[in-house]
């Protein structure tokens, strides 16, 4: 049990400390460019490594497969039961973005990583980009209330995602100099998204506690059950367990909260989903990761 504490520390310490960074970036440094770094994450590094993780991984494209299918169902009865949930209780049902969508890239990736190395990587990013389908197609239009799909033909993310399938499906060899350029652009995505991560949350402030408490609850129990359920219906085991379910239960995207504010959802009651939910994940991502090893 100690060792496993100790690793489970290893795990979790990088990601925390680039946070504090990005924390104390915020109090202590000249402002940090927060859209700007999202846009070049977004639009260059994350596309970059994407691409060459799922180009040069050792992981079977049939086993990335399995994983893309098990997350894509995650995030299907996920919205679903949240919808629910929100109709029940009488709240606007559009917000089951902001619960669903979870910090699968700022910090899923980070942990997959430290907890399983380039394999767990390699199904991590998976199932981001599942979900960054998904949130940039559907999840858009329906936050939006608008039917334009013009925000998917324009992803730099969602076509590294197509281009790199299409290489795995037909065995091309990418240039060398390809491979190592993306190589050096995705190393950049991992560490910013953390600093970015410890900047985004210092400047929230949680906004009606009682019921943010509560629905911060009801959205990381939601996601365990959902997350060890389609682990099990797909018979997942090892790695691609452990990442699924991992990456079915990170804390709630920081994006969201930009989501909300583009258009015109309840900003203050994302934020405040956003900072209590990472704040838990302090206490339960460790017992997940005792769990999942």
């Known amino acids: 049990m100690i060792d496993i504490g100790f690793q489970v520390i290893n795990i979790l310490a990088p990601s925390v400390l680039l946070a504090l960074i990005g924390l104390i970036w915020f ?3 000249p402002e940090f460019p927060v859209p700007f770094v999202t846009t070049l994450v977004v639009n260059v590094c994350m596309p970059g490594l994407l691409f060459h993780t799922l180009t040069s991984t050792t992981v079977d494209l049939q086993s990335m497969a399995v994983l893309a299918l098990a997350a894509f169902t995650t995030q299907v009865v996920f919205v679903l039961l949240i919808v629910a949930l929100l109709l029940y209780a009488g709240k606007d049902w559009r917000q089951c973005i902001s619960h669903v969508v979870g910090n699968t890239g700022n910090l899923g990736l980070p942990v997959c990583f ?3 190395g380039e394999e767990g990587l390699a199904y991590g990013i998976t199932f981001f980009a599942v979900q960054s389908f998904l949130l940039f197609s559907v999840g858009e239009v329906i ?4 039917r334009s ?3 998917l033909l324009r992803s730099p993310i969602l076509h590294a995602l197509w281009l790199a399938v299409v290489v795995r499906v037909v065995d091309f060899t990418v240039p060398d100099v390809v491979l190592n350029t993306l190589q050096l652009v995705g190393q950049i995505v991992i560490p910013l998204m953390l600093i970015t991560l410890g900047v985004s949350l210092a400047g929230m402030r949680a906004a009606q506690l009682p019921s943010t408490l509560i629905w911060s609850s009801v959205r990381t129990c939601t996601a365990l059950f959902i997350g060890v359920a389609v682990a099990q219906v797909f018979e997942l085991a090892g790695v691609a367990r452990g990442v699924l379910i991992i990456q079915t ?7 969201n909260y930009l989501l909300a504010l583009k258009h015109n959802r309840d900003v203050s009651e994302v934020s405040g989903m956003i900072l209590v939910t990472h704040l838990a994940a302090i206490v339960y991502l460790p017992v997940i990761l005792v769990f999942v090893l």
């Open 114 to 116: 430290f907890a399983f």
């Open 27 to 29: 109090y202590k440094g």
């Open 249 to 255: 239960v990170v804390p709630v995207a920081v994006f």
């Open 149 to 151: 799909w013009q925000t």
């Open 143 to 146: 936050i939006s209330g608008s």
